[in-house]
């Protein structure tokens, strides 16, 4: 009878209720909600033999299996390598973005960068290790050092300062882009159009340029020390390890 199955079905479909409450067996909870009634077969009146059944249920159930073994054994999940992909991804999109200046906004640079912060979360599990704090604080630098090279593209598209000055800021634009492997270059062409247009920017007797160039000193302040703490980060040549030297300093 129908009061019957309801009785015999209550206790596991209470256990699958339950289990999709908590974050942590959510997906397996999902599967398990939808594959069961599947396989009891509530609407049993319909059946002809239980040779269909046992096609059915089974082929299912071995299905399913084959499934998670094929993905442990044949194609398991390496979080090291996705870890490498995600940091390629950021280091080419941080590259394209300096390159041009239309690549992306700043909506669209927030959003793709924490898309990618909420990929290492995911992959951290409850109890992310140093390196995964390392990766976090990697990728954050590299999201800063992009809104900071799309101010940089900002105060050139004004047109405010004068050729020589738009030269260093597209130069420390073009180094970033361009760089490839463990350099410092970039650090350092930007130290230099710091240290260049800081003097120009006391001097400067115009208010609205004196503004853009204040604009852009403070962004390559802030720009140059990223880059120097996170060049081991933007080296996609090798694998992210983490030193002695980044734990000290909290990477």
Known sequence: SVETLLASLFLPMLVGGLALRAPNATGTAAAYNNFLPFMVGPANHTR???LTWLNTTPAVVFGIALGVWAFRLVLP????????????????????LCACGTAFNTTSWMARSGNRLAQIIR?????????????????????????LALRLHYVL???????????????????????????????????????TLLPMALQEKNLSVHLE?????SSLEVM?????????????TRRFRITHKANTLGL
């Open 77 to 96: 999940f390496n979080a090291a390598a996705e870890r490498w992909r995600i940091r390629t991804k950021l280091v080419k999109d941080l590259r394209r």
């Open 123 to 147: 992959h951290a599990g409850q109890h992310p290790d140093a390196t995964t704090e390392a990766y976090l604080a990697g990728a954050m630098g590299l999201m800063t050092v992009g809104l």
């Open 157 to 195: 598209a004004g047109n405010s300062i004068r050729p020589d000055q738009q030269a260093l800021l597209r130069t420390v634009l073009n180094t970033i882009a361009h760089s490839r492997g463990y350099t410092l270059q970039p650090a350092h062409v930007a130290t230099h159009a710091l240290q």
């Open 224 to 236: 140059r020390k990223e880059l120097e703490s996170n060049a081991t980060f933007l080296d996609t």
């Open 213 to 217: 160039l204040t604009r852009a000193i």
């Open 48 to 50: 002809l033999d239980e």
